[in-house]
């Protein structure tokens, strides 16, 4: 799974998995930088979101949740969720 | 006969002008979101360009306009097969014109997590001065 999650703290996203549903939360704040100038500002756009977010993404059954790993790299979050043992194509040879 | 050669002459025209439209027509971009202020010591644009890298990212100043533009690239393993789309590798692009009180020589850029920051100052005789008054 990708998610697009530009100027958001890594630490801060929160990935959970609960009974088939991943959800992810998080909170994107206000650039610290920004206001820091000192004396008066004029804001002239403000078109990018602040706040808190939340996504829920029910999984399918054959997903484990014990194997969630995250990585996250130049705003955009990709999240593995992977297959459990039992639901993986096997091949069962005759004897 | 001649009418009928005269049809597929203009087709053939016709199509040679579009495909030579399609190369020299901007690609189709995303304007990303953007965030400006403008403080004492100049202006700070912040712009959301998730899956830019650095390499990926050009910022050009032609006389007073401002162009930012990447390719963010989405990394899918190769084996995986697409259950539901919603993001895909987006080219970002957005103009902007810049006033003349800004010094485009003096542009600093920062990506960080999906974020452009651009701080671009204001020249100096543009800057609010404080004029001492001195007591005779």
Same mark, same amino acid.
């Given at each position: 799974? #990708?998610?697009?999650?530009?100027? #958001? ?5 929160? #990935? ?9 939360? =998080? ?8 206001? !820091?100038?000192? =004396? !008066?500002?004029?804001?002239?756009? !403000?078109?990018?979101?602040? =706040? ?22 130049? =705003? ?15 091949? #069962?040879?005759?004897? | ?20 439209? %399609? @190369? ?13 202020? &403008? ?11 998730? +899956?830019?890298?650095? @390499? ?6 032609? +006389?007073?306009? $401002? ?8 990394? *899918?393993?190769?084996?995986? &097969?697409?259950?539901?789309? @919603? ?20 542009? @600093?850029?920062? $990506?960080?997590? +999906? *974020? ?5 100052? %204001?020249? &100096? ?12």
């Amino acid at each position: 799974m #990708i998610a697009f999650a530009p100027g #958001i703290d890594p630490k801060e996203i929160e #990935i959970t998995v609960d009974r088939g549903l991943l959800s992810l939360s =998080g909170e994107r704040r206000s650039d610290p930088s920004q206001g !820091q100038q000192g =004396g !008066q500002t004029n804001t002239y756009a !403000q078109e990018r979101f602040t =706040g808190r977010f939340r996504r829920v993404i029910s999984l399918p059954e054959d997903a484990d949740p014990g194997k969630v790993e995250a990585k996250f790299r130049d =705003g955009v979050l990709h999240v593995t969720v992977a297959k459990k043992e039992s639901s993986k194509p096997r091949q #069962i040879s005759v004897s | 006969m001649s009418d009928n050669t005269n049809v597929t002459r203009t087709n053939q025209t016709s199509n040679v002008t579009r495909t030579v439209q %399609k @190369e020299n027509m901007p690609r189709a971009a995303l304007a990303p979101a953007v965030d400006i202020a &403008e403080g004492a010591s100049g202006i700070t644009l912040f712009a959301d360009m998730p +899956g830019v890298s650095k @390499e990926r990212l050009t910022i050009q100043v032609e +006389g007073d306009n $401002l162009t930012i533009e990447g390719q963010a690239q989405v990394d *899918v393993p190769e084996n995986i &097969e697409l259950l539901h789309s @919603e993001v895909r590798s987006p080219y970002f692009r957005r103009s902007f014109t810049l006033s003349r009180d800004l010094d485009p020589a003096k542009i @600093e850029a920062t $990506l960080r997590n +999906g *974020v452009l920051q651009l701080h671009i100052p %204001k020249s &100096e005789e543009a800057r609010p001065k404080r004029i001492d008054v001195k007591v005779a």
